[in-house]
């Protein structure tokens, strides 16, 4: 029997292969998973902040409107914007879960966690537009007749730049939405290649 065997019959130690082997590089890591969440979290903290905001703002539009406007029908327009924009803020936040409470359950990993901050914000986005966007939409409408009656003896350009600065937020508004809509889009393909290459 041989004392020393050539190398290529030397039986490999099976903890000195594995460490050889070369590591697949992993496309998401535990850390960066985590700060895909937390960042999502915030994006829902903040668009929950302005649907309060968007409230606060219909607010005080229909209270500014309400006793100018001569006409009842633009009187009714203004309660039932600030009624929507009311009804809004409750509309808007039901069913969202309380993320740090989730955030601490053992019972879910990290992916089934992601996918649902996705399917939350995904559902905020959904809502945003009639429970918020909807009434300031609205109270503005009714505002521009308001504003035109008490300009009726004063020259244009005194509500020519708050008409302009209307229009212009309406032609952004929809590609705001559209970019918000893609990036959640990009997030959930993520997971879904995520879940893929489990």
Not at 36 to 52: G, Q
Not at 66 to 87: E, T, Y
Not at 94 to 99: D, F, H, M, V
Request: charged content about 20%; proline content about 5%; glycine content about 4%.
């Amino acid at each position: 029997m041989l004392d020393n065997p050539p190398d290529d019959l030397k039986i490999a130690n099976p903890k000195t292969l594995w460490q050889s082997q070369k590591n697949e590089e992993t496309r998401m890591t535990l850390e960066l998973l985590h700060q895909r969440i937390r960042d999502l979290s915030a994006k829902r903290r903040r668009e929950l902040f302005v649907t309060v905001f968007v409230a606060a703002i219909v607010l005080a539009l229909s209270t500014w409107g309400f006793p100018r406007s001569h006409s009842v029908a633009l009187q009714i327009v203004f309660v039932f914007a600030s009624a929507w924009a009311l009804a809004g803020l409750y509309f808007v936040k039901r069913g969202l879960r309380n993320a740090e409470l989730l955030d601490d359950s053992t019972l879910q990993t990290g992916i089934e966690f992601y996918r649902l901050q996705i399917q939350q914000n995904m559902a905020l986005f959904n809502r945003i537009l009639p429970w918020t966007l909807g009434p300031v939409i609205l109270a503005v409408f009714a505002l521009i007749p308001v504003l035109a009656g008490m300009a009726q003896n004063q020259p244009l350009n005194k509500i020519a730049p708050f008409c302009v600065l209307y229009v212009l937020w309406l032609i952004a508004l929809p590609l705001a939405r559209l970019y918000k809509r893609r990036e959640l889009h990009r997030e959930l393909d993520l997971l879904n290649s995520l879940e893929r290459g489990k």
